[in-house]
């Protein structure tokens, strides 16, 4: 069994910055790569980060130029540096493993979820 812990979502005026955090736990024996997605009220969850744990990224262009994700392998860890927030980035982020890490086959482990609310 995996677990992804979530900190560090708030409450953050517009302009302002907040940085994610999502320790990954448990059987693990590999893991090559991590992401970060969002669901805002009334809408369908969507992509926001993907990093793969040799270095490559992928943003939503929403976000491109704002965010930065990044990996510490050690920690099973990944980050989400969120700067210049708009109020549309209020959401629930959610942490996702894409493959188990343990047979490598296609699965997602989620997060429970942080709420970042943008908000003057």
């Known amino acids: 069994q995996v677990q992804l812990a979530e900190s560090g979502g708030g409450l953050v005026q517009p302009g302002g910055s907040l940085r994610l955090s999502c320790a990954a736990s448990?059987?693990?024996?590999?893991?090559?790569?991590m992401a970060w997605y969002r669901q805002a009220p009334g809408k369908e969850r969507e992509l926001v980060a993907y990093?793969?744990?040799?270095?490559?990224?992928n943003y939503a262009e929403s976000v491109k130029g704002r965010f930065a994700i990044s990996a510490d392998n050690a920690k099973n860890t990944v980050y989400l540096q969120m700067n210049s927030l708009k109020p549309e980035d209020t959401a629930v982020y959610y942490c996702n493993l894409p493959r188990d890490p343990v047979t490598g086959a296609r699965r997602d482990y989620w997060g429970q979820g942080t709420q970042v609310t943008v908000s003057s």
């Open positions: 990093i793969t744990f040799d270095g490559n990224t």
């Open positions: 448990g059987t693990i024996f590999s893991i090559t790569a």
